[in-house]
């Protein structure tokens, strides 16, 4: 008997709790379905299940095969819906979330180049600073920045952005331009406060530990480029992604605070719902991104600039107010 067949009612068999629920999946009777059962156990030769008028139970051998046989027929589906997916030309729509700040300030190009390139797909974003539920809200991808939590999502890292104190020129000659974190703790500071939040102020230096700042800042924003903003006016020191910050340390409108001391990486993922079938849209979004980010992403290219330049000779200054 066909050895596919087999293991497929095997399989769901047990994970719908009957021959004849399996009988029912595969529009068979359930005499057949338990041949087709019958057949697998002979031809290993090893017994798979203990049956009952009540239930199917697996032996030791049975709770093996079952898994290496699930996981078999998964691999197959997915390479048959990507040789579907490839053949044929994306469409549809597809429904992306992703960080407000990041997003409105790196995802467009990226987005008008892969909507001019299959322009049969329709695109919905939707930006939050929030981790959303990519199941219950409908989506096929979201991009998340920060630590992720243990879950069966399917991740890919993407980048990383490091963590950074940034403050105007005009502010630092005011207040004076800290040499270390614990002349930082005593500037006006401005933090992130949100359902996904940054890991608290750290700074490192090499041979010695990292040193964490525990006075409160004096404002705190769900919203980063609130953040940014504060920190353009000069209301003191702001620590957030260096991404939020790039393109005004590259015009010399803001410079790094403390740029050697080291500060937590966030890496920035890619992730899915599920392995099984993630949408061959989703994939080639996915697969976009990634090459838009490789080797220095575009929240990095500022170091090598004249705004780069002009943060190493900031002033000097007496303690901070």
Not at 9 to 38: K, P, W
Not at 149 to 158: F, G, I, K
Not at 291 to 300: D, I, L, R
């Amino acid at each position: 008997m066909d050895r596919l067949l087999s293991m497929a009612v095997f399989v769901t068999a047990i994970d719908e709790g009957s021959i004849a629920a399996a009988a029912r999946r595969f529009g068979i009777s359930a005499v057949m379905a338990g041949r087709y059962l019958s057949s697998l156990e002979q031809a290993l030769p090893a017994r798979l299940v203990q049956r009952t008028t009540r239930r199917l139970s697996l032996t030791d051998a049975g709770q093996a095969y079952h898994a290496k046989c699930k996981r078999i027929l998964e691999d197959l589906e997915e390479a048959n819906n990507e040789a579907v997916d490839k053949h044929a030309s994306p469409r549809g729509t597809l429904r992306v979330a992703a960080p407000v700040t990041f997003a409105a300030m790196y995802l467009g190009p990226v987005v008008a180049r892969y909507m001019q390139e299959f322009p049969a797909v329709r695109v919905e974003m939707q930006l939050q600073d929030r981790f959303v539920d990519l199941v219950e809200e409908g989506l096929d991808l979201a991009l998340r920045i920060g630590r992720l939590p243990d879950s069966d999502l399917v991740v890919r890292r993407l980048a990383g952005c490091r963590l950074m104190a940034c403050a105007t020129p005009a502010y630092l000659r005011r207040a004076g331009t800290p040499r270390t974190p614990q002349e930082l703790e005593a500037h006006a500071r401005i933090g992130y406060l949100g359902d996904v939040s940054t890991p608290p102020w750290m700074f490192g230096a090499p041979g010695s530990a990292p040193v964490q700042l525990s006075r409160a800042c004096r404002v705190e924003a769900n919203n980063t480029s609130m953040m940014l903003e504060l920190a353009l006016a000069g209301l003191g020191v702001a620590y957030a992604p260096g991404f939020v910050f790039a393109n005004h340390l590259a015009r010399g409108e803001l410079l790094q605070v403390l740029p050697g001391f080291d500060s937590p990486e966030l890496p920035l993922h890619a992730v899915t719902s599920t392995a099984k079938h993630v949408p061959w849209k989703a994939r080639l979004l996915i697969e976009r991104l990634a090459t838009a980010f490789e080797g220095t992403p575009p929240w990095e290219q500022w170091r090598g600039t004249a705004g780069a330049g002009r943060k190493r000779r900031a002033p000097s200054s007496s303690a901070a107010e």
